[in-house]
């Protein structure tokens, strides 16, 4: 069945620096591919998508590209701050009936940034 | 504004005592669905809903019952809760329609449940 794999965390950064979170997919389709974000105390948000190979999602700072040569949609940002601290999730979605999704999660990755 | 409601946030109780977990929409869509977060594990659905009176089972539905008799309100039902059902449950709707699986879903705020 379709999978997500995301890196281990807790990841711990200094205010400012890079950010990648490594996501690759397993899927049998055309799956669209998303990134949550999970503040403390709340719910997911999405945060950014993509719906075919080589899209680039887009919010926030936050980039993913597509890509399906490597079944992968990393998470970057160039200088993130302290309250990017959250749980991210990687996220695919196949079609099922009537076009609504059902989406299959990665394990979460805790990001802490520190000042 | 636009929300998925749950409740109670939390809720603390003892193994075989039945319980529900009330989810609410105010986005009118079809598609309902509730998911268990727990460490390690991401988030696994456990029973989903296309429309009124259309559910399904996801990929953890032991345990677990639903119901879906008005658009808006989808409950999360356990007859007989058991420890291995401690867990932070979220609740979260979508459209449906079109040819491509990219409606986003929206999510509840969680219901953080401990059976004892």
């Known amino acids: 069945g379709d999978s997500v794999t995301q890196m281990e965390g807790p990841v711990t950064l200094s205010e400012e620096a890079c950010l990648t979170i490594?996501?690759?997919?397993?899927?049998?389709?055309?799956?669209?591919l998303f990134w949550y974000v999970q503040y403390p105390g709340e719910g997911l948000q999405l945060l950014l998508k993509?719906?075919?190979?080589?899209d680039k999602g887009s919010n926030k700072g936050f980039e993913a590209t597509y890509r399906k040569e490597t079944t992968s949609f990393h998470l970057e940002k160039g200088s993130v701050q302290v309250s990017d601290s959250a749980v991210y999730f990687c996220a695919l979605s196949d079609r099922i009936i009537q076009g609504a999704q059902k989406l299959v999660f990665g394990q979460g990755t805790r990001l802490t940034i520190n000042p | 504004e636009a929300q998925v409601t749950q409740n109670p946030r939390y809720l603390i109780t003892v193994t075989g005592k039945k319980l529900t977990v009330t989810c609410s929409q105010n986005m009118n869509h079809e598609y309902m669905s509730w998911y268990r977060q727990d460490p390690g594990l991401g988030l696994r659905q456990i029973y989903y809903s296309m429309n009124v009176e259309v559910t399904d089972k996801g990929d953890v539905p032991e345990g677990y019952k639903v119901s879906r008799k008005e658009k808006r309100n989808f409950p999360l039902i356990l007859e007989s809760p058991s420890p291995n059902q401690t867990s932070l449950y979220f609740c979260a709707s979508g459209r449906t329609g079109g040819t491509r699986s990219n409606q986003p879903q929206h999510f509840g705020d969680g219901t953080r449940l401990s059976i004892l």
């Open positions: 490594n996501c690759t997919y397993t899927a049998t389709g055309y799956p669209s």
């Open positions: 993509a719906t075919k190979a080589d």
